[in-house]
């Protein structure tokens, strides 16, 4: 299995999703604030969810961190690199538990994900899929510097707007020592 | 991190092996014929197959049991047999894939066989069963050639209607072996 490292951001740890994630993540996905991200699901699907995530690290070699708030240890988010089959290309992505909402948490954990993407995996390029209507997602790409970029139609999901993230090298100061 | 160890358990004709990148075309393919997957949760598009395989290795990390991939020991694919206990089954259960081309052998039989005998002597299961779709003569044959006895029908939360079919347990098969 690929190890799953574990950052640290100002406020934030982004470690390996396990079971005892469980019971946040199937409560988010199964509230209405899921509807932009594939839900709402019963909790039959979201554990599949949670079981794609871990098995996407070991296809891609990379995935998506349970982000734990730190000093509290509560799981807040699921955030990071995602590349499942038929993805347009690696997407920086980024699902908030419910009640972690307005605090900045995915814009940081966001953006350590990123810095792990360009400093250790050296993508040249990175997106973020939203989808419309979801404002706060939005958002977060706009506080990241993204631009929109076109749409891309999945099979499920539907139309998503593809925003495009500062390349490595318009990225000044944001490399993975300001998190050292 | 995430401390993953999944054995590699061997048969006269199989290797039992972790599932890995490689093994992805298989299951898609598996997954795209009706006729075969439908016993199995098919047909699903490729994008969908893909998040299935990347749940049945998700599976081991949750739970540190799950399906193997079986290989002759040739190395030609033959499909995944292993324990599968998503969330909303009843019970952990053995289930058994095996790929166009390489039916009529034994050798779903023979991994099952093994993985049974590790479930009951490794990872210390009491009890097996495995969940058969009414209609799929194939694997209630099955079933029933490796000894399980059909048990009740319960709703299945993602496929509906299934047979419980309950498997000997590890006192039966060490008296049947006696």
């Known amino acids: 299995m690929t190890p799953i490292p574990t950052i640290s951001t100002e406020r934030l740890t982004l470690r390996a999703p396990e079971q005892r994630d469980f019971p946040g993540f199937a409560a988010f996905f199964a509230s209405e604030r899921s509807k932009f991200v594939g839900g709402p699901v019963p909790a039959e699907q979201s554990w599949r969810m949670l079981a794609v995530e871990l098995g ?6 990379y995935g998506r961190w349970a982000v734990e708030e730190t000093a509290t240890g509560r799981f807040a988010g699921i955030i990071g690199l ?6 347009p290309e690696p997407e920086i992505g980024w699902d908030l538990m419910d009640g972690f909402e307005g605090k900045g948490y995915a814009t940081e954990a966001a953006r350590a994900a990123r ?3 360009y400093d250790v995996l050296g993508w040249p390029t990175a997106i973020s899929l939203v989808a419309p209507g979801n404002d706060g997602s939005r958002r977060v790409a706009q506080r990241l510097g993204a631009t929109q970029d076109g749409l891309f139609t999945h099979e499920r999901f539907g139309t998503l707007e593809i925003w495009r993230h500062p390349a490595p090298s318009e990225l000044s100061d944001g490399g993975m020592e300001a998190y050292a | 991190m995430i401390d993953l160890q999944i054995p590699t358990l061997t048969t006269d004709r199989l290797i039992l092996r972790a599932p890995e990148a490689r093994d992805f075309e298989g299951v898609a393919t598996f997954f795209a014929d009706a006729e075969r997957s439908w016993g199995f949760g098919g047909p699903l598009s490729r994008n969908e197959a893909w998040r299935w395989f990347a749940s049945m290795i998700g599976h081991w990390v ?3 049991y799950g399906f193997w991939m079986v290989d002759t020991r040739e190395g030609e694919p033959v499909g995944f047999v292993g324990i599968w206990s998503p969330e909303g089954w009843p019970e952990p259960e053995l289930g058994w894939v095996v790929y166009q081309g ?3 052998k034994g050798y779903a039989r023979e991994a099952a066989e093994e993985i049974r005998r590790y479930a009951y002597a490794v990872l210390g299961f009491e009890t097996l069963s495995s969940n058969i779709i009414p209609g799929n003569a194939r694997s209630v044959a099955l079933a029933e050639r490796m000894g399980a006895q059909y048990e009740r029908s319960f709703e299945n939360v993602t496929h509906g209607t299934e047979m419980v079919y309950r498997h000997p347990g590890p006192d039966d098969l060490a008296e049947g072996a006696a």
């Open chain 2, 62 to 64: 949750l739970h540190g």
């Open chain 1, 82 to 87: 995602w590349n499942p089959e038929g993805w």
């Open chain 2, 102 to 104: 390489a039916e009529g």
């Open chain 1, 56 to 61: 996407h690290w070991q296809l891609r070699g």
């Open chain 1, 115 to 117: 810095d792990y993407a």
